[in-house]
């Protein structure tokens, strides 16, 4: 799988070069085997260091690189992948203290997704 569009990479870079924002996730990446989600809000020039929450166990701002995501070889021929349907909705500011409180990205995406969805009628 690509693990960057076209327009991620280009939105990526643009954050990049305005690092005082709070920026909202372009991208989801995960193992779908296991432990290890990452949320990318900026690429640096470079097209490989990215910035962003990671979580392989606990989870933290900070950077990591795209290559070494790409390289990580898992059973079944399977490797990180990037989630098509994922929508960043807050910045990363947010899913960094959610992501501390409920223990990990994945129990802050449940949380996060539940606070976006509007109030159903009690009639």
């Not at 990526?12 to 809000?41: C, I, S």
Request: without cysteine.
């Amino acid at each position: 799988m690509i693990l960057l569009i076209d327009d991620q990479r280009d939105l990526l870079l643009a954050n990049g070069r305005q690092r005082d924002v709070d920026h909202v996730p372009v991208v989801k990446f995960f193992n779908p085997l296991g432990e290890g989600v990452w949320l990318a809000t900026e690429l640096d020039a470079d097209g490989d260091t990215l910035f962003g929450l990671a979580d392989i166990g606990y989870p933290e701002l900070g950077n990591f690189s795209l290559e070494e995501l790409t390289s990580i070889r898992l059973p079944f021929g399977m490797g990180i992948e990037r989630d098509i349907l994922f929508t960043g909705d807050f910045p990363i500011s947010v899913w960094a203290e959610a992501a501390r409180e409920a223990g990990g990205i994945r129990a802050a995406e449940r949380i996060l997704h539940r606070a976006a969805q509007p109030p159903r009628d009690g009639g």
